[in-house]
């Protein structure tokens, strides 16, 4: 008789999609809008030259079949060529995980890479951007959220960080922090719960959070409370008693003035929207 049976846990990361568009761009355009977003925005080059540079790093030229992101709020300049301007596509990304995924490969280090047209990373990309344009129904919105994890699988593994090949061990602290906060929302664990269970003082939980998602450990687990709230309010039709209490908040009143606070509406505001 054959028998496998093995006990896994396997975490659910934060990635969504906030937009996407595609422009052939006049010669010389540069982008004179914020540059430093709220979120993440891969560029993928499908024709033409420009020249691209992110805060404390060197002018590059990049051409067809190179990419380039712009990182949450890193202030970055790019500019189409004079003789033969580009035209590109990108995907603007947003969520808890999407930094602490970019991490692990090299697009993170200079914000560009240069000759992927014939990976599978730019397949996936393409695959991805075309399934944006179906009607995001359950099942496309499926095959959407399969087809980020299957262009970030493929970034991670075809052009690993040599600093994620090697983690250290504050980033392993980050990570067994953000799982635990995670693993215990509805148990309403704090910063001071989260410090005991790995014997680490609240000092270095902050600077490991500072360096490793740029924010306080309170206020990503603030973030991460009301981004699963969003998600319950959306997609059930909890109360929001049980909303709260899912997200570690004891009380609705309590829980409903953090999120208006946070978020800038009513939980029961934003649930109308959906």
């Not at 809008?33 to 080059?45: K, M, P, Q, T």
């Not at 919105?141 to 994890?149: E, M, T």
């Given at each position: 008789m054959l028998y496998e049976y093995k006990k896994v846990s396997i975490e659910h990361f934060d990635c969504n999609v906030l937009f996407f568009g595609r422009e052939l761009t006049p010669a010389d355009?540069?982008?004179?809008?914020?540059?430093?977003?709220?979120?993440?925005?891969?560029?993928?080059?499908?024709?033409?030259?420009?020249?691209?540079?992110?805060?404390?790093?060197?002018?590059?030229?990049?051409?067809?079949?190179?990419?380039?992101?712009?990182?949450?709020?890193?202030?970055?300049?790019?500019?189409?060529?004079?003789?033969?301007p580009w035209e590109y596509s990108w995907i603007g990304f947003s969520g808890s995980s999407v930094r602490d995924i970019l991490l692990q490969s090299q697009l993170m280090e200079r914000h560009y890479l240069k000759g992927v047209a014939s990976?599978?990373?730019?397949?996936?990309?393409?695959?991805?951007?075309?399934?944006?344009?179906?009607?995001?129904?359950?099942?496309?919105?499926?095959?959407?959220?399969?087809?980020?994890?299957?262009?970030?699988?493929?970034?991670?593994?075809?052009?690993?960080?040599q600093k994620?090949?090697?983690?250290?061990?504050?980033?392993?602290h980050f990570n067994q922090a953000v799982q635990l906060m995670k693993h215990n929302l509805a148990d309403g664990y704090n910063v001071t719960d989260v410090g005991a269970a790995l014997h680490l003082s609240r000092s270095?939980?902050?600077?490991?959070?500072?360096?490793?998602?740029?924010?306080?450990?309170?206020?990503?687990?603030?973030?991460?409370?009301?981004?699963?709230?969003?998600?319950?309010?959306?997609?059930?039709?909890?109360?929001?008693?049980?909303?709260?209490?899912?997200?570690?908040?004891?009380?609705q009143f309590t829980f409903s003035k953090a999120f208006k606070r946070l978020v800038g509406k009513s939980p029961q505001e934003f649930r109308l929207e959906k």
């Open positions: 355009y540069a982008y004179s809008g914020n540059n430093a977003r709220d979120y993440y925005v891969l560029h993928f080059i499908l024709s033409g030259k420009g020249s691209f540079a992110s805060a404390g790093n060197r002018m590059t030229h990049l051409t067809a079949g190179d990419v380039f992101i712009l990182p949450r709020g890193v202030p970055c300049f790019y500019q189409a060529d004079h003789q033969d990976s599978q990373f730019a397949k996936e990309y393409q695959t991805l951007y075309q399934s944006l344009h179906q009607p995001l129904n359950l099942s496309h919105r499926l095959l959407v959220q399969s087809g980020i994890f299957q262009t970030f699988h493929r970034l991670i593994q075809e052009y690993p960080s994620g090949q090697s983690k250290t061990s504050s980033y392993e270095y939980l902050h600077t490991i959070f500072k360096k490793f998602a740029e924010s306080s450990p309170q206020q990503y687990l603030l973030n991460l409370r009301m981004e699963t709230a969003k998600e319950f309010l959306k997609d059930t039709n909890y109360s929001l008693q049980n909303v709260a209490s899912l997200v570690g908040y004891k009380d």
